[in-house]
């Protein structure tokens, strides 16, 4: 029997704002345990909560880039749950009226056709806290500077047949709240985090298997290996005659399997109800509106853009909108007068190697574009060669150095001094008579060794086009 | 609504609490208390009114994205029944 795979997704993702949700603590990673906290988001009694504009601005952005409707009359409820981590005993959440519904999402696949999948719901809700397990003392310490930082879960529709797809999706999921700015969505700090849903059926069904939920994935290898996995394991229970039980399952990248959690941590019985401490949202007509005149060009629509305007490879075209800060920079380097394809080479070559060298994001770099473009300027009017640009770029690049004052400063301006070249290359000619014989003798690799010698006589600093046809005019007038 | 003395178990182990028999029976009646009032209220006609999610007509309540300082960690922690000096302290709930 052929079987086939359905996987649908909720994914956590942080949202990029300076405060939490509830309270104006800072969002910063790190910091000592509790230092980044205030009453509201440790829970005393008393303490209310006060929505950031900025969660709604971003959660509305996300659902409008997601294709979902915006619930214009929204609210938030209250998930009880007794769990150390949420000091509240409750989570503020949003089960009746999520912020956004009924998306769809549309992405290429790596085999090169692409999937549409729907977006069940969006909703806001608060992080939790950190738990660290002291095991001589058998006690749990409770860290809640993450405690009421901001997420939106996006939950799909179960619409995946495959660990390819789900990653798929994921990247697009990413790279479109990454253009947003709602979020730095990274995996291995936690600010985008993903459950899988997952179940079996015989192909052709219609039917939805028993489902099993996968925590703990936060890697696009772990999720296409868990994905596996877990089919597997669920199609040989079905084929032994067993059946798969509903439960949460964590994934144990270091064994490459899924373990149930304990049971008592399945108890799902949230009693949600209203949240009283907050007064309703109501999101006007021209609001949204408003945040929708906002919407960036997101990276797929510029890649397309890139081949079509600039003439960019598709490779290249994926190369500048791998990260929008990028993307940005080739713009604003195009917009200041630079050659759309020589700009995204040097882009693609020597900012991104110093990136990497430096352990740099794009989102972070000193290298303004305006010095960029003065350095192809330079190139393209000849006054530095390639490889002197690349040593100015080089030694420029971390601090923003001025390119023009480098130039002057180390003497690396090219020689275009017609007279001083015409010289130089009288010199060389009259210094090499055996190279000149030669060369009329058909051995064309011997105007090589005469560029050479010139370039040599010139400390490098020659113009090669300027040297290349003085040398061919003066080999003429012999 | 009869609240049973199986009912007030499932609710414990939800709310993580542990309770003697005598206890169990004590709230028992106290949550049938509770609840009948919700009865009672359940006997007002509300044909034609609009659900209300809050009882205040405010809406949105929000405030800018605007870091301030946080709380002083020595103040949180001293409310607590069980701390040590940087965190609060629990009894062990991690696997």
Redesign the interface.
Known sequence: MTWETVIGLETHVELATATKIFCSCTTQFGGAPNTHCCPVCTGMPGALPVLNEKVLEYAVKASLALGCTVTQNCRFDRKNYFYPDLPKAYQISQLYLPIGRDGKVSFPLPDGGRKTIGIHELHMEEDAGKLVHDPWQDQTQCDYNRCGVPLIEIVTEPDFRSGEEVVAYLEKLRETLQYLGVSDCKMQEGSLRCDVNLSVRPAGSDELGTRTEMKNLNSFKAITRAVQYEAQRQIERIQEGKRVVQETRRWDENKDATYPMRSKENAQDYRYFPEPDLPPIQIGDDDLARLRAQMPEMAEAKRERYQAQYGLSAYDAGMMTSEKALADYFEECVALGAEPKTACNWIMTQVLRKLKELGQEPGRMAFTPDRLCRLLALVEEGSLNRNTAVAVLDAVFEDNGDVDEYVRAHGLSQVRDTGLIEAVVAQVLADNPQSVADLRGGKEKAFGFLVGQCMKALKGQGEPKLVNETLRRKLEEL | MKITEELVDYIS????LKLEPEERAAMAGELEKIVSYMDTLAQVDTQGVEPM????S???????????P??D?EA??R?AP?R?S??????????
Request: aromatic residues 6%.
């Open positions: 182990i939800l709310s993580r999610s809050h009882v205040l405010a809406v949105n309540v929000t405030r800018p994205d605007t870091v301030e946080s709380f960690r949180l922690l409310g069980a040590d940087e965190t609060f302290l629990v009894p062990k709930a991690v696997e």
